[in-house]
């Protein structure tokens, strides 16, 4: 198996190149969540349980912006193999058309009934009455944050992810200094607690559409061409819709599966206990795997760009099983450095900030335990699902490969073991993280056949 790792003089600094910006793009962006997290935690629990009920509802806009980029990503890393502009303005045009209908929306739902969509993630009015006007305001920041992230997709997709990086840099500075001011009241601005939070989300947000804008203004790399962006014409949206749909939904279902799971724990009966856990060993979950989808993207443009080259599907399979070898690897790191840090730094000094009752703290040190078994899985299949076979075009089997473990499993068994059964918390954790055991087989039977090597670019049209 060890023996596809050989590769050409050169092979591991280019991923390298490629994985690092993506790495560090995701942790900048993670970062912005863990922000407001920990800054509203030192507020107090039930403030933390309150963002951690809102951001359920926001994490399903996240991840269908994310399906967006990610169908993107398979049309233009082959059309970047095929030196195609043009096609690649108009996949661009499709993708920013779709992410702003979707995220306007979306936040006008947010902003109108920012009560009755709370009610689905947790019975606690309490909570209810904090999270609502969080809710309304950090909505409408996604109607930015949908063009800007498409286009960084793009740029990404070419070869280009310091772009991300530096922007979402930017947006990450902004965004903390404006949370200090915000949230407590510094430099003379008013203490608005939550809703300080949501307001600084929103600035960070437009600011960063703004940097987009005027890069993209001014790139000659890949010029704007606005009749074909304005213009995508049918055959691009028909392309679009083919690939980029099933990873739209799967994105759209695998989110809406994290919001049930948050909504289980919400119902539970030491709910706000359970969403303080949920919350920080989620936001572990993002620092954890920025890697892992730092590696899974440049696995997708290697892979992409690869098969718009025309290369052997040999090559391909074998250039494929290099890189999720690679992505087993890195779980298994971090998995051994997260079994370290859980006893040395999580337990004496990260839970103690956000003033966890005693509950709370077992359960988040439950969660991570058993997170961080299952955690070289997850890496393996993170890469294979969002790397592998979406370059490939098989966005049909990735979907299925993705939804049904979470849906058939990981969903019921949380939902018997927390609700049902009242079981002990390694129980519930462990059907919490369940899909993860599934996945890793169903995916390698799917690689091994290698019906996911296509080439999905046509013509562009004139």
């Known amino acids: 198996m060890f023996h596809y790792l050989r590769r050409e003089p050169g092979f591991y600094r280019r991923l390298f190149r490629l994985a690092l910006p993506l790495i560090i793009q995701n942790l900048i962006t993670t970062s912005l969540g863990f922000v407001d997290t920990f800054m509203v935690g030192l507020l ?34 082959q059309y970047w193999g095929k030196q195609d502009l043009d096609a690649i303005n108009r996949c661009m045009g499709f993708a920013m058309y779709a992410g702003l209908v979707i995220a306007a929306a979306m936040a006008a739902a947010l902003f109108l009934f920012p009560h009755q969509v709370l009610l689905l993630v947790t019975d606690n009015r309490t909570l209810v009455e904090m999270g609502a006007p969080y809710l309304r305001i ?28 530096k922007v979402f840099a930017a947006s990450m500075l ?36 703004l940097i ?71 936001n572990i979950d993002k620092f954890t795997t920025v890697s892992c989808f730092g590696l899974a993207g440049a696995t997708a443009v290697i892979l992409g760009k690869a098969i718009g080259e025309g290369t052997d599907k040999d090559r391909v399979y074998d250039l ?16 051994a450095a997260l079994a370290l840090a859980l006893p040395l730094v999580f337990i004496p000094y990260l839970y103690p900030l956000f003033s966890l009752s005693p509950l709370a703290t077992e359960a988040a040190a439950t969660l991570c335990v058993v997170y961080l078994i299952l ?77 996911w090597i296509n080439d999905v670019t046509r013509r562009s049209a004139s």
């Open 138 to 165: 950090v909505g409408i920041s996604y109607i930015f944050n949908a063009v800007s992230s498409v286009y960084v997709s793009m740029q990404r997709s070419a070869e280009n992810p310091a772009l991300g990086m």
């Open 174 to 209: 902004l965004n903390t200094f404006l949370n200090y001011c915000l949230i407590f009241g510094k430099f003379g601005a008013p203490a608005l607690g939550i809703t300080g939070a949501a307001i600084a989300t929103l600035t960070a947000r437009i600011v960063e559409f």
């Open 44 to 77: 107090g629990s039930n403030e933390l349980s309150a963002v951690t009920a809102a951001n359920a509802p926001i994490y399903l806009i996240q991840v269908i912006i994310f399906g967006l980029m990610s169908g993107l990503t398979i049309l233009v890393s």
């Open 375 to 451: 955690l070289p899985l997850k890496s393996f299949d993170i890469s294979n699902i969002t790397g592998v076979l979406r370059s490939g075009g098989d966005v049909r089997m990735a979907t299925i490969i993705d939804l049904t473990p979470l849906w058939c499993v990981a969903v019921p068994m949380a939902a018997l073991t927390a609700l049902v059964l009242e079981a002990p918390l390694p129980l519930v954790c462990l059907g919490i993280y369940s899909e993860n055991i599934c996945k890793m087989p169903l995916g390698v039977l799917r690689l091994r056949s290698r019906k």
């Open 320 to 335: 494929s099983w290099c890189l999720l070898i690679v992505s087993f690897l890195l779980g298994l790191g971090l998995a």
């Open 212 to 282: 987009v804008l005027v890069y993209a203004l001014l790139c000659r790399r890949i010029p704007l061409r606005p009749r074909l962006l304005l213009r995508p014409g049918r055959d691009t949206a028909r392309s679009f819709t083919k690939y980029a749909t099933p990873v739209l939904f799967n994105e759209t279902m695998w989110g809406l599966g994290t919001t049930v799971m948050t909504s289980i724990l919400g119902h539970m009966t030491d709910s706000a206990d359970m969403l303080a856990a949920y919350t920080i060993m989620g």
